[in-house]
């Protein structure tokens, strides 16, 4: 049995929210969870993006609908919770996976601006915690199985970059939250699983690197990082050299597998990534002095 299949018999006719829905891995997260019979709530901040990638899914006859949120902002986020659930009812799956990516890989960490870190910090944490306190409280009454994947990154999330330094401990962040999120449903016996996802195993071949175009007019600063247009600029930036990228569907994909599993490292096989966290681990056991690599 194909791993849709055995998600299909799992989700099907269940609901999923999913921020950042209306490009990359959250379009084909939405996608994928219609295809196996979910309903959808694709949420976004860009409008005319969100309308678009909802009605082309309507369009091939799936149950998707969407609504306007801003993750960094709590009202937005509870109204979205009470809109999806006026819609179809209980909440299933929530995925908090809206992210931002800083221009920052030409930049030291002592030339970076408070407008600088509260942007990233405001969207790639506070998005998960405002998405948490907004869903959780809903999907613990209505006391069936459901599942929160926050979208973490193993830069940062598993080991760090020296290249990245906002977008890195924005990620560390997300994966303490899930872990202590999968403890703390654990200690209460709720019926609700916590996931952590790692897109990759590569880059991810999406536009978080146009995330400057949804930066708010507050903040942003007159001396702004170095913009990249593409993926192959920032692995240029960061040294990282023979780049391969990773699809979003590759990842949609890994996630779905990863919740029909009931895993909560959702982390597809990598030996290079494998390897960078095994060099973290032993110099933190041998109290050794760490050696970052791009």
């Known amino acids: 049995m194909s791993t849709q299949q055995m998600a299909g018999e799992k989700f099907r006719g269940k609901t999923a929210v999913v921020t950042g829905g209306a490009s990359g891995v959250g379009r084909c997260l939405c996608e994928l969870f219609a295809r196996v019979g ?15 990638a909802g009605s082309a899914l309507q369009e091939q006859g799936l149950s998707v609908e969407w609504v306007l949120a801003d993750v960094t902002d709590p009202e937005s986020m509870q109204n979205l919770e009470s809109r999806s659930r006026e819609t179809f009812g ?15 890989a030409q930049r030291r960490i002592w030339t970076l601006t408070p407008k600088d870190w ?15 306190r907004a869903f959780v409280p809903g999907m613990l009454a ?5 599942h929160v994947v926050n979208t973490s ?7 760090s970059m020296p290249t990245t330094p906002i977008y890195s401990s924005t990620k560390a962040a997300v994966t303490s939250m899930s872990e202590i999120l999968h403890a703390q449903f654990r200690m209460d016996g709720a019926a609700l699983q916590a996931h952590v996802l790692f897109p990759g195993p590569h880059l991810v071949n999406t536009n978080i690197l146009s995330s400057m175009r949804n930066r708010p007019a507050q903040l942003r600063d007159n001396d702004e990082p170095v913009a990249y247009t593409s993926m192959a600029d920032l692995a240029k930036a960061s ?8 699809e979003p569907e590759e990842v949609a994909e890994t996630c779905l597998a990863g919740l029909a599993a009931g895993q909560f490292w959702i982390l597809p096989p990598s ?15 041998r109290r050794q002095n760490p050696e970052l690599q791009a």
Not at 38 to 52: P, R, Y
Not at 271 to 285: C, G, M, P, V, Y
Request: charged share 15%; hydrophobic share 40%; proline share 1%.
């Open 90 to 104: 209980n909440i299933h799956v929530l995925c908090n996976n809206a992210g931002v990516g800083i221009k920052e």
């Open 153 to 159: 990154s193993t830069n940062g999330g598993l080991y």
């Open 118 to 132: 509260e942007w990233g910090f405001s969207v790639n944490v506070m998005g998960v915690a405002n998405g948490i």
């Open 271 to 285: 030996k290079s990534n494998d390897k960078q966290l095994t060099r973290r681990t032993e110099s933190i056991l």
């Open 142 to 146: 209505h006391g069936e199985p459901g």
């Open 239 to 246: 040294g990282i050299a023979n780049m391969q990228l990773t």
């Open 38 to 52: 979910m309903n959808v709530i694709m949420a976004d901040i860009e409008q005319a993006a969100l309308e678009a």
